[in-house]
């Protein structure tokens, strides 16, 4: 396709567990195959509770090189080089967190550029010791945080404590990772889906001519708003039973499966997402 045409459909995947694998840390083969495939007919959007800005994420970024980034569960959009929305958390709501995170116990932060600001550090080395067995985090002082532009955060625990967290927040949300090791922190009017229905608004693309890919709770807001909601066979099973379609697992090409499933390969005239 032309790149000055301009597609009026977008196809959004989450990172981690979708198209990242984390038994491998790395985007399989046919994962990358299939976005290529894609974007000759659909705008590419990455839609993560990550910042794909900061030292950790920008490697994948630039692997996908997506028309539109939704980070941080809505609370950056990015079309192309341009932020077309950006919401901060309020500083004393932070404050306030971050205070109760460290008198519990409990690992709650964020990194931004190549620093990993958390309370409770102990709680993520012995993630990352057990999930990749090695540790390349870079900690400072979380409190620095209030000095910052900070738009959500990560909790890294499993669930009591992050229901702990939510009673104490109502106003704040903490959707589980796929594995229930963790949960985004996000307000609760952030949503991927919010994010999807900004990059809707700015390309002029109609919300049921959508398609998402997820794995985990914070996936779900956008499932659910997209034409076409699809849950990787490895995602939790809430998701899994709210998803339109459920594909294989990302180690057995759930993407490329879904795009022959829906025949996005060969669309070759009307580029449109239909069942």
Known sequence: MDRTEKPSSIISFDLDMTLLDHK???IPD???????????????????????????????????NPDGIIHMNGTKVTAGSRIIYDHLMDKELLRSLLMFSQEHGLSVGVTIDDEDY??????????????????????????????????SLAYIGGEEGAGLLEKHFPQLR??????????????????????LK?????????????????????????LKAAGIGIAMGNGIEELQQEADYVTARIEQDGVKRACEHFNWFYQLTDHTISC
Not at 36 to 50: K, M, P, Q, S
Not at 206 to 222: K, Y
Request: aromatic share 10%; proline share 3%.
């Open 118 to 151: 958390y309370t409770s550090p102990d709680s993520v080395i012995a993630h990352d010791q057990k999930k990749w067995g090695d540790i390349h985090r870079q900690f400072a002082d979380p409190f620095q945080l209030l000095s910052k532009n900070v738009r």
């Open 24 to 26: 491998t840390y790395r």
């Open 198 to 222: 900004r990059l809707c608004e700015y390309w002029g693309i109609d919300l049921w001519n959508t398609a998402a890919f997820g794995d985990s709770m914070n996936d779900m807001e956008i």
């Open 174 to 195: 903490f959707p589980m990772f796929a594995g229930k090791v963790g949960a985004d922190v996000v307000e609760r009017e952030a949503s991927k889906a919010e994010g």
């Open 30 to 64: 046919s994962a990358l195959e299939s976005v290529e495939r894609l974007r000759r007919h659909h705008r590419i959007v990455l839609a993560t509770g990550r910042d794909m800005d900061n030292h950790y994420s920008r490697p994948f970024r630039d692997q996908i």
